[in-house]
């Protein structure tokens, strides 16, 4: 079983949209969280981190997290074709390593 | 943004062969990474490196896999020998600590 899966698997807005992507996790080990954003044949970049429970707003760019129901999501406003990418939920513990534990991605399109 | 360079962008290799992939990391970063991405799919953790160690590594990374940084210049993943099961886009990423890893663009490896 995936320790962070990912909703929906692929998304379609229209240009000017909300596109709305969903991450939960399976372990409550997980504290720190991100938001990544892969173009095609490129390396993830990261959007956002949100670590407390709440919203965080960057931009046209919003995260939400609700720990205490391990999910955390990403709002975009008014979506741009250049925003279609393939997104991840990434999450760590509060160990030493730091290493990340990513979600199975959601595809966006933002239809122009 | 901080950059991670890696080279090269693509290697093709036979099965059996030795290959070695390198990072050039952000400067300052203290903490340093490698995940693989098999199609376009989930970004898996392989391993961590910190102060010329390994900190953590996942069942991905094989008795085959070594890592290191000799002498702050390239950190480096290398296989030996490579298998057909290799075949993926590696990425090299970094950090200060507990903070936003940056990835590079990857390295495109394809075992024969």
Redesign the interface.
């Given at each position: 079983q995936q320790k962070v899966q990912q909703s929906p698997e692929s998304l379609s807005v229209p240009e000017g949209g909300m596109a709305s992507l969903n991450c939960t996790s399976s372990d409550r080990n997980f504290q720190y969280f991100w938001w990544y954003r892969q173009h095609s044949g490129e390396g993830p970049k990261a959007l956002m981190s949100i670590f407390s429970d709440g919203d965080k707003k960057e931009g046209r760019f919003t995260a939400h997290l609700n720990k205490a129901s391990l999910h955390v999501s990403l709002h975009i406003r008014d979506s741009q074709p250049s925003d279609s990418a393939l997104y991840f939920c990434a999450a760590s513990e509060q160990d030493m390593g730091y290493k990340l534990t990513f979600g199975t991605g959601t595809s966006l399109l933002v239809d122009p | 943004?901080p950059k991670?360079l890696q080279i090269p962008s693509h290697q093709i290799i036979d099965m059996g062969q030795m290959v070695t992939l390198n990072c050039d990391p952000v400067s300052n970063h203290l903490?340093f990474?490698w995940?693989k991405q098999i199609l376009?799919?989930?970004?898996?953790?392989l391993v961590?490196f910190?102060n010329g160690k390994v900190?953590?590594k996942?069942k991905l990374f094989k008795d085959q896999f070594s890592v290191e940084r000799p002498d702050g210049s390239y950190f480096t993943l290398k296989i030996q020998p490579t298998a057909l099961e290799d075949s993926a886009v590696y990425?090299c990423?970094s950090?200060r600590?507990?903070?936003?890893?940056?990835?590079?663009?990857?390295t495109r490896l394809l075992v024969l």
């Open positions: - | 943004g991670v903490y990474y995940y376009g799919q989930q970004m898996e953790f961590n910190y900190m953590e996942s990425f990423a950090s600590g507990q903070d936003t890893q940056y990835f590079g663009p990857g």
